[in-house]
């Protein structure tokens, strides 16, 4: 029965454009672990937003993922993840529709992982 249901469940995630199962039970690393919540989560938000674990690998500013799954990655519950994702979108670096979620600015969702800000490219000149 858990197995049907399982099942059931994860080709449901990748046959919309979801992660691939691997990625979806991976666990968190430990920098993630000592995080907030809100940090865990924007760190896996750019991590993926850049390509990471996709079939294809390209960047895209929209990823259709569930905040259910999300939670199941980042070991949160459902009502942890949309507390963080809700304070990322007050933060002006994620929009959030039903089953995706939206990178609107990538340079304030680094800041939300606690990232110290790019130092401007040198001219080769």
Same mark, same amino acid.
């Given at each position: 029965?858990?197995?049907? #249901?399982?099942?059931?469940?994860?080709?449901? %995630?990748?046959?919309?454009? $979801?992660?691939?199962? %691997?990625?979806? &039970?991976?666990?968190?690393?430990?920098?993630?672990?000592?995080?907030?919540?809100?940090?865990?989560?924007?760190?896996?938000? /750019?991590? =993926?937003?850049?390509? &990471?674990? &996709?079939?294809?690998?390209?960047?895209?500013?929209?990823?259709? =993922?569930?905040?259910?799954?999300?939670? !199941?990655?980042?070991?949160?519950?459902?009502?942890? *993840?949309?507390?963080?994702?809700?304070? =990322?979108?007050?933060?002006?670096?994620? !929009? =959030?529709?039903? $089953?995706?979620?939206? *990178?609107?600015?990538?340079? /304030?969702?680094? %800041? %939300?992982?606690?990232?110290?800000?790019?130092?401007?490219? #040198?001219?080769?000149?």
């Amino acid at each position: 029965m858990l197995a049907g #249901a399982t099942s059931g469940v994860l080709g449901t %995630a990748t046959s919309i454009g $979801g992660p691939p199962m %691997a990625l979806v &039970w991976q666990r968190s690393t430990g920098a993630e672990l000592r995080g907030t919540m809100s940090t865990r989560v924007a760190k896996r938000l /750019r991590m =993926l937003s850049l390509g &990471w674990g &996709w079939r294809d690998a390209s960047p895209s500013p929209r990823l259709a =993922l569930s905040q259910d799954v999300l939670a !199941r990655m980042l070991g949160g519950s459902r009502s942890s *993840i949309n507390k963080a994702l809700q304070e =990322l979108q007050d933060r002006g670096a994620v !929009r =959030l529709s039903y $089953g995706a979620i939206e *990178i609107v600015d990538l340079q /304030r969702l680094a %800041a %939300a992982c606690g990232d110290p800000p790019a130092a401007p490219a #040198a001219d080769a000149a």
